[in-house]
């Protein structure tokens, strides 16, 4: 019989908590992998982890995360399915300025599943 001590438990846990975001940065043909908790919202963990999601002008007039702006907009190029659902700020934001669905605003999104994201793809 095994026996697994509450310390291998709770590291497995957390390890299960956690989630992958593969980020290629603008400028950059080396993908980054940070993990993050399951849940984490996208554009604070990838701030967090030293990864610019704002363009020049969006580090001038960003919202802060207040899905009012429109700056924080990253191309999901894989696990769409692992992230909240388009709402009403994204649609106003992108969707009605044509902007192609994989295009979504960071700041509006939790992370419940890997996913791949490039940064500034306007
Ligand atoms: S930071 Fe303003 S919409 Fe995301």
Do not use: H
């Not at 192609?100 to 700041?107: E, G, H, I, Q, T």
Request: proline share 6%; with cysteine; aromatic share 4%.
């Amino acid at each position: 019989m095994e026996w697994n001590s509450p310390l291998s438990a709770s590291v497995s846990n957390n390890k299960k908590d956690l989630v992958q975001i593969t980020v290629y940065e603008k400028g950059s043909s080396e993908p980054r992998v940070i993990e993050v908790p399951r849940g984490a919202n996208l554009r604070k963990a990838l701030l967090e982890n030293n990864v610019d999601v704002y363009t020049l002008r969006g580090k001038l007039t960003n919202c802060g995360g207040g899905g009012q702006c429109g700056t924080c907009v990253v191309d999901v190029v894989e696990g769409a399915g692992f992230l909240t659902p388009r709402g009403v700020r994204e649609t106003r934001l992108l969707t009605d300025k044509g902007r192609p669905d994989a295009w979504r605003l960071s700041c509006c999104l939790r992370v419940e599943g890997p996913v791949t994201v490039r940064t500034k793809p306007q």
